[in-house]
């Protein structure tokens, strides 16, 4: 039964990814980390004497994933990429972990098939892994090649088996030596 409960959502995962990666599903993100008062309008079957009501809702705008400003530095500096985000997926049973490479050399080590990260909630101390699946394998991108392309956005996908990390947790990623640390799961 959890065998089947644990295909099932790497199933809708890659399902997921699939549509992503087709362009299918946007993302509509905003760096600010505000909130952005967004107007809805609420029309009834009512007479048609009755105006709209407008009502005012408070939508809160995502908050960014990336650690803080010198952090930040360190990873580009060091490691050749930038962390675009960290999210909930498959129905928060799984962390889609995205990064852009800005520099290939530097980033082949976060890319070695060999090297198998990890992610840690910092509020419990959960250590979560990357699933392997019998056909598909593990659920990240590498370079077998060893030539990672510049630009190109690459994935990591964690378990996160009964949703313990939640929306807002704060996480460390861990790959080989790299750590990024007081990440923001969107």
């Not at 962390?83 to 082949?108: C, E, H, T, W």
């Not at 090297?115 to 659920?139: E, H, M, N, W």
């Amino acid at each position: 039964m959890e065998r089947r409960r644990f295909l099932l959502v790497v199933g809708i995962g890659m399902i997921w990814l699939g549509f992503v990666s087709l362009g299918l599903i946007g993302c509509a993100t905003s760096s600010a980390k505000t909130s952005a008062p967004v107007t809805i309008a609420q029309v009834g079957e009512q007479p048609a004497e009755t105006q709209l009501v407008k009502t005012e809702v408070t939508v809160p705008m995502e908050k960014s994933p990336q650690p803080a400003g010198s952090e930040v530095l360190n990873i580009q500096d060091r490691w050749g990429i930038e962390i675009v985000a960290i999210r909930l997926s498959a129905a928060g049973q799984m962390l889609d972990f995205r990064y852009r490479i800005i520099n290939p050399d530097k980033a082949l080590p976060i890319l070695d098939p060999k090297v198998k990260p990890y992610l840690i909630d910092q509020k419990s101390g959960a250590r979560f892994v990357v699933p392997i699946t019998p056909k598909v394998g593990s659920l990240r991108q590498t370079s077998r090649s060893g030539n990672p392309e510049v630009n190109r956005i690459y994935f990591i996908l964690f378990g996160n088996p009964g949703g313990t990390v939640k929306l807002g947790d704060k996480v460390t990623v861990v790959v080989g030596d790299f750590r990024a640390e007081n990440l923001i799961v969107q």
